[in-house]
């Protein structure tokens, strides 16, 4: 398909901006080809600039549960938007969606926000160092929190895409503080808590992660971290920067029942502006500047036409059970996608939880990054062109995940299964 435009409009933007993007993922790298500029968008749907329309199930990487330019959403920004954009002083708005976000979500009496998920976490993890008074950070491989130094350590997401698991810029200094475990492996961060007995601050995790494709917890696994941190006085740190406000009113804590000390939170939380946020319990939250020691700032943090984005979006979420919804239609697609690439005997994998689904081209479970990493990479660029060229825009690296909007109809489905029962034959 000629994306005559698009291919114009990268050529132009790669003289100025490094790769022609401000996100590598952006870039097409892992499946090749030309990234596609969308005009605009609405609903279940993207126009890119050459007209061209697509069903899509990236929504921003997440944000866009409701669909794109969902009304309540657009008219809190425009509303908000008259009255001035940035004061850098306290507004209403900034606790009107702290104590809503509060309400929803479980285990956390205070939050604070910030402008992007990799702020989110890196402050939360400096928080449980305060907090504790210890350095240490277990991570898991494949498991993306933002590119904050400590965080790049055989990250998931981009950086896996770019095989640069250790980024350069990464002092050794940092590094040697943060430790890498096996998601989904008990017995591994059961030893890796014994290496290092007294010194580790918090355990940071995808409790369901998204950076290697869709990988829920195996059963016991987050219940497992709980106890440990338990014992050895660690702070268990959720990072549902992709789960939060997705998967469940109150997330992963609500959807699995297991409670964490501090949450990360961005993408829904700010309805497409740019937010993130951080929330835990009164106690650990009040180590936080101005009341306590451990420093943390941002201009644009609780921007107005940001938390008025969020709040409207949170407030649509609070409403009904769009989460029920969005679970019956992802599985409707995985049912539809796993019938039509069995039929034409394509071996493939389909990890699903809530409205995250993610396919995968290989025999084995695909549990955690290794078994992420197995993925048949040649397929999944012809899956990704195939669905691309008959107007279905899915992730493109299979070290992501599809997200799935509620603007999407039954028909939608219908017409992206159709889809890949064609592009099936390629494979
Ligand atoms: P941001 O700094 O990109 O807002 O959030 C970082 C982050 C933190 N934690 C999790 C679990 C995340 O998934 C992310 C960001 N997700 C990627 C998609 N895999 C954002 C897309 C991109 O990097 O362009």
Wanted: charged residues 20%.
């Amino acid at each position: 398909m000629e994306y005559k435009r698009s291919s114009a409009l990268f050529a132009e933007a790669q003289k100025v901006i490094p790769g022609g993007v401000n996100s590598p993922v952006r870039a097409f790298k892992a499946v090749g080809g030309t990234p596609i500029f969308v005009k605009e968008a609405k609903g279940a749907y993207i126009i890119d600039e050459d007209d061209k329309k697509y069903i899509e199930y990236i929504n921003s990487w997440g944000p866009m549960i409701l669909g794109h330019a969902h009304k309540p959403v657009i008219d809190a920004v425009v509303e908000k938007a008259k009255k001035g954009t940035s004061f850098g002083m306290p507004t209403e708005i900034e606790t009107k969606i702290a104590e809503l976000a509060v309400s929803m979500v479980p285990n956390i009496d205070m939050i604070r926000f910030v402008n992007s998920g990799t702020e989110a976490c890196m402050s939360a993890v400096r928080l449980a160092r305060g907090y504790t008074g210890k350095d240490k950070m277990i991570k898991f491989a494949g498991c993306y929190h933002g590119h904050s130094d400590a965080f790049l350590i055989q990250a998931g997401s981009g950086a896996v895409t770019f095989g640069s698991p250790n980024s350069p810029g990464v002092t050794r200094g940092t590094a040697k503080d943060t430790l890498l475990a096996r998601y989904n492996d008990l017995e591994n961060v059961k030893q890796i808590i014994a290496q290092n007995e007294g010194e580790i601050a918090c355990i940071i995790i995808e409790p369901v992660a998204g950076n290697m494709g869709c990988i829920p917890p195996v059963e016991g696994f987050l219940e497992g971290l709980r106890t440990l941190c338990d014992a050895h006085n660690i702070l268990l740190v959720f990072d549902e920067v992709m789960t939060g406000f997705r998967l469940a009113k109150g997330g992963v804590q609500e959807l699995l029942g297991v409670n964490a000390d501090i949450v990360c939170f961005g993408k829904v939380i700010g309805g497409g502006l740019p937010v993130g946020a951080f929330a835990a319990r009164k106690e650990i939250m009040e180590h936080l500047a101005p009341l306590g020691p451990v420093y943390q700032a941002g201009t644009l943090s609780g921007n107005p036409l940001a938390m008025a984005a969020g709040l409207a979006m949170l407030q649509e979420l609070n409403q009904g059970d769009v989460f029920k919804s969005l679970q019956e239609k992802t599985a409707y697609l995985h049912q539809g996608i796993a019938k039509v690439l069995t039929e034409a005997g394509v071996t493939h994998q389909i990890n699903r939880i809530g409205s995250m689904i993610s396919v995968h081209f290989c025999d084995d479970a695909v549990i955690d990054f290794e078994s992420s990493a197995k993925g048949n990479n040649d397929s999944f660029k012809k899956f990704f062109h195939g669905l691309l060229n008959r107007g279905i825009y899915i992730a493109p690296s299979a070290f992501e995940t599809w997200f799935l909007s509620d603007a999407l109809s039954y028909d939608d489905l219908d017409t992206t299964i159709a889809a890949v029962k064609e592009v099936a034959k390629e494979l």
